[in-house]
Every structure is written in structure tokens, then in C-alpha cells.
């Protein structure tokens, strides 16, 4: 949303959705010329690259205003010409906050900036007052709010530079609170009564200077509310509000093209696998070719002197599972091999105690070749997986293994 070349606001990214509804958001109309037009862009979100624009549309916001909920209008290109039903945009207006009878007939909005006395304290022999700000305005969904502490006497000064307009709208804000009578008078009654006709003062007040002036609005509206403003920290809490806006949009523009980039590389993962797949069974090089040739190359039948120490009457499920895995893949890969089992046969279990260098000496089971150590299954499935093994079980050394 742009006026004058001037980014008023940028909306959320929605993705996969040719009819969105965005999220309801204020701009305040302190930074916009109401009789000029508000340019509201629409692009096409690309995560590379530059965003395509789709179309646009330009209104004056006198118009907007009128319009309301029933405000639509085509989208047009870049130089104002229709583009023929291509897509539409509706506007839906509405104030945030009620217009007041306390605000000026100029004025489209009341002020933006809601105050009252909340409580008060003593620090260091002095009473503060608490005044709460609450910008209704700044947010549709949870009114922004912050608390200043101020001492009596810079309330009093902050009132008396402004005295001159409080007294030309006597019927419209309330008194300021007169000093004690005795010095350091301050009884808990006095004090009592005090907050009450500051909270009076301060509701009033900042009813009475609108957000947004009219065309007949005056220098001395002008610098009351730029007086009022700096005294309730206004640009300080607002620059920071907008600020963590901003950032919220952008961690969720982020977070949304982060997955849509995520997404494509997906697709594109598995289009690279199907095209690779359907490749090799062109060439016929699928798995089960592979598989196939491996069965019978002359590696597998080199291996021979093998032999798996087993356990057939195992205490234990886990290693009754090793112990068929490792000889389903042996005799999958027609790997010639010799089973002994060391639970029924005394002298095996001696030699594999015997010449095993594994940690877990008694654990099954155990594969050896030439009478020598090599691995347990766990590491013989390891090695299976890095495409290893024949290479493995060709070696005639132990070494490797450990």
C-alpha cells in the first residue's frame, strides 16, 4: 500500500490461494493526504527473484471512506488500463473507535491516544502518578498500551503550557487540580481526591485533541497535540510497537517462503530419484539387477572359510533377531557359509571365547574367517549398507574388523 511512492503498509504473504482475504490492519491517517489517492498493489510472491505484479488499484481515501464495506474494484495494470476481469478487490473500512462528540467537526477520528490515572506511588519523598496510555487504534485485535510515571509538579507544567487552549474548552475538559492550601499537605484524602480529578483531566484532555485534523484545524490544535504527544511518549512507544510489527511480518513472510522453498526441493528430490530410477531400467541397472549380478559374480564365490558362531536356544529376542538377519543376508547374497552352534556345542563356544575380540565376548552372533575374528552383526550390517561387505569378507585379515 503506497502513497506518494511511500510504503504506508506491506500485508502478509499468502500462499496456494487465488481468492485471499488478508489479515485486518491499521495505518494511521496522520501519515496520509486524504484527498490524494492510495495505490493497494497486489504481487505474485516468488521466494527467488523478483515479485510479479498482478495487477493494482487506486483510490482517493474520501472515497475509500464513503465507500465503506461496499467499496470494489477491478485490478488494472501498471498504467491504469483494465485488465478485463482478470480479478477484483473489496474493501472493507471501518473505524476502529467510535467518533466522540468531544472531538472537532473537522476531525475523522477522535484521538487515537486514550489516557487515565491508574495509581500513584512515593519515591524518594515524591508522589508519581501513573498515567496508563492506551492506543485502541494501533492494533484491531489487542488495544497497545503502555504506563508513564510522572511527578505532580511536571504534570502542572505540562498543563500550564497548554493552559491557554484547556480554558477556550471549559465545558469539554475537566479542571486541573488546584495545589494544597497548606504546603505539603498531603494527606491520604487529599491525595485520593487529586488522582480522581487527574484521571477527569487526562480522560478528557486526550478526547478533546483529535488523531487526525480537518482542513480548518489551526496552529494551536497542532502544537497542543505535538506537546501532548512528547509528554505521553507517544513517537518512543509507537516506533517500537511498529517495529516489533514489522518484524512479526517478516519472520512470518520468512517462515511461510522457507517452506515453500523446503516444498519444491522435495519435489524436485523425488523427480531426480523417478528420472535416476527410470534410467536404470533402461540401461538395466535397477536393484534387482544389481542384485542379481552380485548373486553371481565371482567376489561372492571367492568367499569362502566362513563361519557363524550362533546361538539356537538364545535367552535374549534381540539377538535371536541379529542372529536371522545376519543369516537371511548371508544366504541372500549366496555367501557360502558354515553355522556352529555354541549353546549345544561345548568345544565351539571355547574357540569363540577363546580367539573372539570383541568387547562383549560371549554375544552372538559372531562371524569369522580362517579362524580369525571379524565382526559381530551389528557391525556386518553397518558395512552392508556402506556397500562394503564382499570387499569385507574377501579381506583375510581381522584387523579391519575391529
Not at 517452506?259 to 540401461?283: F, H, P, S, V, Y
Not at 553355522?339 to 565351539?348: A, C, L, N, Q
Not at 580362517?370 to 584387523?399: C, M, R, Y
Request: charged share 30%; aromatic share 8%; hydrophobic share 35%.
Amino acid at each position: 500500500i503506497t502513497q506518494n511512492a511511500k510504503v504506508l503498509y506491506q500485508t502478509e504473504v499468502i500462499q496456494d490461494n487465488l481468492n485471499p482475504s488478508w489479515e485486518p490492519f491499521n495505518v494511521d491517517l496522520d501519515i496520509i493526504d486524504t484527498h490524494r489517492e492510495i495505490v493497494f498493489s497486489v504481487y505474485d510472491y516468488e521466494v527467488i527473484g523478483t515479485h510479479e505484479l498482478l495487477g493494482r488499484v487506486s483510490i482517493a481515501m474520501s472515497n475509500l471512506i464513503r465507500g465503506g464495506r461496499n467499496t470494489v474494484m477491478e485490478l488494472a495494470d501498471e498504467c491504469g488500463l483494465d485488465l478485463g476481469g482478470l480479478g477484483r478487490m473489496r474493501f472493507h473500512y471501518a473505524e476502529v473507535a467510535k467518533a466522540s462528540g468531544m472531538a472537532r467537526r473537522g476531525s475523522l477520528f477522535p484521538s487515537p491516544y486514550l489516557t487515565s490515572v491508574v495509581g500513584r506511588t512515593k519515591v524518594d519523598g515524591h508522589v508519581m502518578y501513573d498515567i496508563r496510555v492506551m492506543a485502541p487504534l494501533a492494533d484491531a485485535k489487542k488495544p497497545l498500551e503502555w504506563t508513564i510515571r510522572k511527578k505532580f509538579g511536571l504534570i502542572h507544567k505540562f498543563h500550564e503550557s497548554i493552559k491557554s487552549f484547556v480554558d477556550k474548552r471549559q465545558g469539554l475538559i475537566k479542571p486541573f487540580p488546584p495545589r494544597p492550601r497548606v504546603f505539603f499537605s498531603h494527606s491520604e484524602k487529599f491525595l485520593n481526591e487529586r488522582q480522581s480529578a487527574l484521571n477527569a483531566y487526562w480522560d478528557s484532555l486526550s478526547k478533546a485533541v483529535p488523531g487526525t485534523h480537518g482542513s480548518a484545524e489551526g496552529m494551536e490544535m497542532k502544537a497542543v497535540r505535538t506537546c501532548l504527544y512528547k509528554f505521553l511518549e507517544v513517537d518512543e512507544h509507537m516506533n517500537k510497537f511498529r517495529r516489533k510489527k514489522e518484524e512479526e511480518r517478516r519472520l512470518r513472510t520468512v517462515s511461510a517462503a522457507d517452506k515453500k522453498l523446503q516444498e519444491q526441493r522435495q519435489e524436485l528430490k523425488k523427480l531426480r530419484q523417478k528420472k535416476a530410477q527410470t534410467m536404470r531400467e533402461k540401461m538395466g541397472l535397477s536393484e534387482q539387477w544389481k542384485l542379481e549380478r552380485l548373486y553371481n559374480s565371482p567376489e561372492i564365490r571367492a568367499i569362502k572359510d566362513v563361519v557363524v558362531f550362533v546361538s539356537m536356544c538364545p535367552g535374549s529376542a534381540v539377538i535371536r533377531r541379529h542372529t536371522l538377519s545376519l543369516v537371511n543376508l548371508f544366504r541372500a547374497l549366496n555367501i557360502k557359509f558354515e553355522t556352529k552352534d555354541v549353546s549345544s556345542d561345548r568345544k565351539s563356544r571355547e574357540y569363540m571365547l577363546e580367539n573372539s575380540t570383541a568387547t562383549n565376548k560371549r554375544l552372538t552372533p559372531q562371524v569369522f574367517k580362517g579362524g580369525k575374528f571379524l565382526a559381530q552383526w551389528p557391525q556386518i550390517q553397518d558395512i552392508h549398507e556402506q556397500g562394503n561387505l564382499v570387499s569385507f569378507l574377501l579381506s583375510a585379515t581381522a584387523t579391519a574388523a575391529r
